[in-house]
């Protein structure tokens, strides 16, 4: 697994390459309810979310651009790990 580090701070790599990926190209530029599934069912896809992960969804949470939908939703499941 490969990290980042941004303002000292170890993130997952592929989540945030995943985030910016579904925020880039076609669309409007904002996560949606789907893609913030995606992002949440990549995270989960060990045995749980580590804390790294975490860490990295409030990041991509706190960074990009949701849709309402799909806020209220991350923001629901975020809660429940």
């Known amino acids: ?9 170890k993130y997952e790599k592929e989540l945030l390459e995943l985030a910016k990926a579904h925020t880039t190209g076609r669309g409007e530029g904002k996560i949606s309810k789907e893609e913030a599934a995606d992002l949440l069912q990549s995270a989960s ?3 749980g979310v580590t804390e790294t ?3 990295t969804l409030k990041y991509i949470r706190a960074n990009f651009e949701f849709t309402d939908a799909a806020a209220s939703y991350f923001d629901a499941e975020l809660t429940k790990l």
């Open 1 to 9: 697994m490969a990290y980042v580090t941004l303002d000292g701070k």
């Open 45 to 47: 896809d060990g045995q």
């Open 53 to 55: 992960e975490l860490d």
